[in-house]
T-cell receptor, first 115, second 111 residues
Framework: DTAVSQTPKYLVTQMGNDKSIKCEQN?????MYWYKQDSKKFLKIMFS???????INETVPNRFSPKSPDKAHLNLHINSLELGDSAVYFC??????????????FGPGTRLTVL | ELKVEQNPLFLSMQEGKNYTIYCNYS?????LYWYRQDPGKSLESLFV?????AVKQEGRLMASLDTKARLSTLHITAAVHDLSATYFC???????????FGKGTHLIIQP
């Protein structure tokens, strides 16, 4: 009955590779997000997406692209991985209406290590 | 640019003591969130504060919001070891229509 799930939990790869992280939510939420948490635990929004609009944080390199096959999924694709991409990536979701106050629920995180 | 500042960033305290974590933010926002993160784990939502003067309590934790001062506090009463974690405040707004987080307060509660 996991609310927001991510796979894989750990991802180790070489520089220059392309990789994907999957995210699924079973909460019926309208909006999904990707956040990056660096080695100092600083959390930064990367993208938000609902079925109408993708909003990109302008600081995110265009090597990162979210793809949503349906409302319950938002996958993160990363091309040409760099050492600085090593971090923990969190997926989150929220409901935009109905008194939910946009409270965001986070997935377990994917620890990406680029060698 | 929306900025969220927490202090202290690190706090070591003894069980049974009281303490407060402060969260200041730089621009007007209509909601503020507190999250808890245990080492190697995800973020757990603690409180959602929506209006000026809002106060919410859960066990030994109490959060309040002063929108005029752009300040939220998380007060810990009679701390116990199980409360050791990193606590983040976050404000709606900033880039990509997501949350802008403070740097987190790493709280260690010693027996």
């Amino acid at each position: 009955d996991t609310a927001v799930s991510q796979t894989p939990k750990y991802l180790v790869t070489q520089m220059g590779n392309d990789k994907s992280i999957k995210c699924e939510q079973n909460l019926g939420h309208d909006t999904m997000y990707w956040y990056k948490q660096d080695s100092k635990k600083f959390l930064k929004i990367m993208f938000s997406y609902n079925n109408k609009e993708l909003i990109i944080n302008e600081t995110v390199p265009n090597r990162f692209s979210p793809k949503s096959p349906d409302k319950a999924h938002l996958n993160l694709h990363i091309n040409s991985l760099e050492l600085g991409d090593s971090a923990v990536y969190f997926c989150a979701s929220s409901k935009i209406a109905g008194g939910s106050y946009n409270e965001q629920f986070f997935g377990p995180g994917t620890r990406l290590t680029v060698l | 640019e929306l900025k969220v500042e927490q202090n202290p960033l690190f706090l070591s305290m003894q069980e049974g003591k009281n303490y407060t974590i402060y969260c200041n933010y730089s621009t007007t926002s209509d909601r503020l969130y507190w999250y808890r993160q245990d080492p190697g784990k995800s973020l757990e939502s603690l409180f959602v504060l929506l209006s000026n003067g809002a106060v919410k309590q859960e066990g030994r934790l109490m959060a309040s919001l002063d929108t005029k001062a752009r300040l939220s506090t998380l007060h810990i009463t009679a701390a116990v070891h199980d409360l050791s974690a990193t606590y983040f405040c976050a404000v709606k707004g900033g880039g990509a229509d997501g949350l802008t987080f403070g740097k987190g307060t790493h709280l260690i509660i010693q027996p």
